[in-house]
């Protein structure tokens, strides 16, 4: 079992900035990829960015320039550092992490509010 706890989200003005925290615990020896997750209203949950367990990082399209994941390397903490957010970022952003042997695990959620 893996428990996942996310933090720093909020409100923020188009332009600002926000960096999430996503803490692991439980079994972390055996997490394999962490991936942030968003979830605007109405509409499904998709992938943000992705990071291997050697390190390799995916965005989705054009976030690339304003999104940066990166893991501490005990695996324990994920992060992702949002830059120049826009109104249409709004959502709740959800860790979650895939481990050896497979098994999915997501945190409860962080809703991030970009608004003027």
């Known amino acids: 079992q893996v428990r996942l706890v996310e933090s720093g989200g909020g409100l923020v003005q188009p332009g600002g900035s926000l960096r999430l925290s996503c803490a692991a615990s439980?079994?972390?020896?055996?997490?394999?990829?962490m991936n942030w997750y968003r979830q605007p209203p109405g509409k499904e949950r998709k992938l943000v960015a992705a990071?291997?367990?050697?390190?390799?990082?995916h965005y989705a399209d054009s976030l690339e320039d304003r999104f940066t994941i990166w893991r501490d390397s005990d695996k324990k903490t994920m992060y992702l550092q949002m830059i120049k957010l826009r109104p249409e970022d709004t959502a709740v952003y959800y860790c979650?992490?895939?481990?050896?042997?497979?098994?999915?695990?997501w945190g409860q959620g962080t809703q991030v509010t970009v608004t003027s």
């Open positions: 439980g079994n972390i020896f055996s997490i394999n990829h």
């Open positions: 979650n992490v895939e481990t050896l042997p497979f098994e999915s695990y």
């Open positions: 990071i291997t367990s050697s390190g390799n990082t």
